[in-house]
């Protein structure tokens, strides 16, 4: 069994969701690798104003698409976001909550923790 990596709270990293299933592999988990060009690391939980904000920048969240086996992601749900795009959230005002127990510690690398912890849904537990 391989070790899981950390999160930004320098503990295992835990699932994201498993419904809708997420992350960039789909196994629930904000992991990522070097074929990860968006880097999915912060686990978000999905508010309208966020996805609205979203689809304005071009990425359309909540609009189903079966095709790719993707149920859409409505207000309330958990979800593997790109650092890069919850950063940029965060500087228009509609950053959505963070679960950081779920948020991949490479988050670090474009976020600031304290930012992820204004914005947390809990902190360490």
Not at 53 to 69: C, I, K, V, W, Y
Not at 84 to 106: F, K, M, N, Y
Request: with cysteine; hydrophobic share 35%.
């Amino acid at each position: 069994m391989r070790q899981r990596p950390l999160n930004v709270l320098g503990t295992p990293l835990q699932d994201c969701s498993l419904d809708p299933l997420t992350g960039f592999y789909r196994t629930g988990c904000c992991e990522t690798g070097n074929d990860d060009d968006g880097f999915h690391l912060v686990c978000v939980q999905a508010t309208a104003e966020f996805l609205a904000f979203s689809r304005q920048r071009g990425n359309d969240l909540s609009t189903p698409r079966p095709e790719m086996a993707f149920p859409g992601v409505k207000p309330g749900d958990r979800w593997c976001l790109c650092a890069p795009r919850w950063q940029e959230a965060l500087d228009a005002g509609a950053a959505p909550p963070v679960h950081l127990e779920a948020t991949h510690i490479l988050t670090l690398e474009f976020i600031d923790l304290a930012d992820l912890k204004r914005h947390a849904v809990s902190v360490g537990g």
